[in-house]
């Protein structure tokens, strides 16, 4: 039995299969590397030293999709794949809702035939719009600013309507704040193509020297100075919480939204002076008008997770910090070169330690 990972090979799916791997799951991922590259998935192999599947499909390919269902024992899913640029979203939104609403339709019409109904979905707290209370609970009213967050919220009313229609399905919402970091190996993070339009990315290309400064964008808010909070949350905190909804959904059956976040909100200032504390390089940045559509504040209350799931994230701001540098440093142009140290970690020496990694790609 195996659970399908859609979207593996990105940021945050990488670091779950990780997780998944550690704790015995056997894994097939599929991706068709639009926004990733499938030298991430190598990565996973190298840090577990575990053997998986991986195909190269578009979920947009039904055909595609469903052989992997023929040559596969998939139990569960968990669907990361989609676009997620706001901007782009506002630009290209037919593209936004066909890729991501599409892709999730015909995933669940296989499922439905394969009779695999155990879905953890990759949702946002941009479902919630610009909250006007903190911390922002699962019942609070839901109203996305932008084709992506509509994205979001659509497919969670798509999958609630399948949970009415056939209450054998188990679906697990997971709505995601702002996950940040990397894993500790320095091996996988996140790697946006051409400039960031995040905070942590945007930092940590300052840092390397690939940009002069940051933007920071108000100091308006009613916030500690002015800067917009955020609830930075650890991608390997992120990515266990995964595995926590994987054990809820093949206990019970129903349809239930998630906040996975630390309930601790921090201002871009305060961010950007952890980072240099924890890292000691100094980031400039100058103030800017604020980003059309951005909220305020915005931060989780944490607890539904940790009640239902048995789940809290344990990696505080400095690890975060930390970690996001290590992978930016020794990967300063993310997946496109190797670095010395993938070089160093895949000598002989080094690999032997990791098992035999057999890199499997099917398609
Ligand atoms: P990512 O872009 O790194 O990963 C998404 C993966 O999906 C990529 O590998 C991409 O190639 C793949 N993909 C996209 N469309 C596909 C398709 N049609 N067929 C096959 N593969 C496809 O993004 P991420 O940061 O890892 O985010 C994962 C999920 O979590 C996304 O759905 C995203 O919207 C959601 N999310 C992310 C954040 C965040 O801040 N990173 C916050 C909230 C929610
Ligand atoms: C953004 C998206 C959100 C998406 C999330 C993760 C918007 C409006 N929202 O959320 O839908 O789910 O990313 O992909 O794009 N900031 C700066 N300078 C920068 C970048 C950001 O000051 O160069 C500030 C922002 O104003 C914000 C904070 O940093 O206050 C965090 O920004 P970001 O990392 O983009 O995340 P969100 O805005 O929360």
Request: glycine share 8%; with cysteine.
């Amino acid at each position: 039995m195996a659970v399908l990972i859609t979207g593996g090979a990105g940021y945050i799916g990488s670091h779950t299969c990780i997780e998944l791997l550690n704790a015995g799951y056997e894994i097939v991922v599929v991706d068709n590397y639009i926004n990733s590259k499938q030298e991430s998935l190598k990565r996973v192999g190298i840090i577990t030293g575990k053997d998986f599947k991986i195909y190269n499909v578009d979920l947009l390919d039904a055909v595609g999709l469903e052989n992997v269902f023929v040559e596969n024992n998939i139990e569960a899913v968990i669907h990361f794949a989609g676009l997620k640029a706001v901007g782009e979203s506002v630009i290209l939104p037919l593209w936004y809702y066909h890729n991501n609403i599409t892709s999730t339709v015909i995933l669940c019409n296989i499922m439905k035939r394969f009779d695999v109904k155990n879905l953890v979905f990759s949702s946002s707290a941009t479902v919630y719009g610009i909250p006007d209370r903190f911390p922002v609970s699962e019942g609070f009213p839901l109203r996305a600013m932008n084709p992506y967050g509509r994205t979001k919220l659509m497919i969670e009313e798509i999958l609630r309507d399948l949970y009415e229609s056939d209450h054998s399905w188990s679906i697990a919402l997971l709505r995601y704040f702002n996950p940040i970091g990397a894993h500790g190996s320095g091996l996988i993070g996140e790697d946006p193509n051409g400039i960031p339009n995040n905070l942590m990315p945007f930092i940590t290309q300052v840092a390397v020297g690939k940009l002069n400064e940051l933007s920071v964008y108000g100091n308006n808010y009613p916030t500690i100075d002015g800067t917009g909070v955020r609830d930075y949350i650890h991608v390997v905190d992120l990515a266990a919480g995964h595995v926590r909804a994987l054990e809820k959904v093949s206990k019970f059956t129903g349809v239930d939204a998630f906040n996975l976040g630390t309930g601790k909100g921090y201002s871009v200032l305060e961010l950007v002076s952890a980072f240099e504390k924890a890292i000691g390089i100094n980031i400039p940045f100058k103030i800017v008008n604020p980003r059309p559509g951005d909220a305020p504040i915005c931060f989780a209350d944490p607890s539904k997770a940790k009640r239902e799931l048995g789940w809290v994230a344990e990696k505080d701001i400095e690890e975060m910090c930390e970690d996001s540098w290590r992978w930016q440093a020794n990967n300063p142009n993310g997946y496109n070169n190797h670095s010395e140290l993938l070089a160093e970690i895949e000598s002989p020496r080094l690999l032997k330690n990791s098992g035999d990694f057999l890199f499997n790609r099917v398609h």
